[in-house]
Nanobody, 114 residues
């Protein structure tokens, strides 16, 4: 059974940092590009970043380039998202997933507020 479990969300002040993690199980993790998406209130889910199966290729939304960094550890079947210089516009539920397979976690809430 496929499981993706996100953790690390919370409340942070503008300019602060958070690190999200996603633990995967039930599929051949290293074979798949892993993605982080987010959905803000009243908005559609959008891609934040993704990373190739062996980590050599990453992609970022323009809005997070230079602030966020995605990484993965295939031995631990985890994918992480380091988020720095967070802004109020980053407030959203963040989801870990494999869109091509429609595998998704339940999400973790990130709130950026003073």
């Amino acid at each position: 059974q496929v499981q993706l479990v996100e953790s690390g969300g919370g409340l942070v002040q503008p300019g602060g940092s958070l690190r999200l993690s996603c633990a995967a199980s039930g599929f051949s993790f290293s074979l798949y590009r892993m993605s982080w998406y987010r959905q803000a209130p009243g908005k559609e889910r959008e891609l934040v970043a993704n990373i190739a199966g062996f980590g050599g290729d990453t992609k970022y939304a323009d809005s997070v380039k230079g602030r966020f960094a995605i990484s993965r550890d295939n031995s631990k079947k985890t994918v992480s998202l380091q988020m720095n210089n967070l802004q109020s516009t980053d407030t959203a539920v963040y989801y870990c997933g494999v869109p091509s397979m429609n595998y998704w976690g339940k999400g973790t809430l990130v709130t950026v507020s003073s």
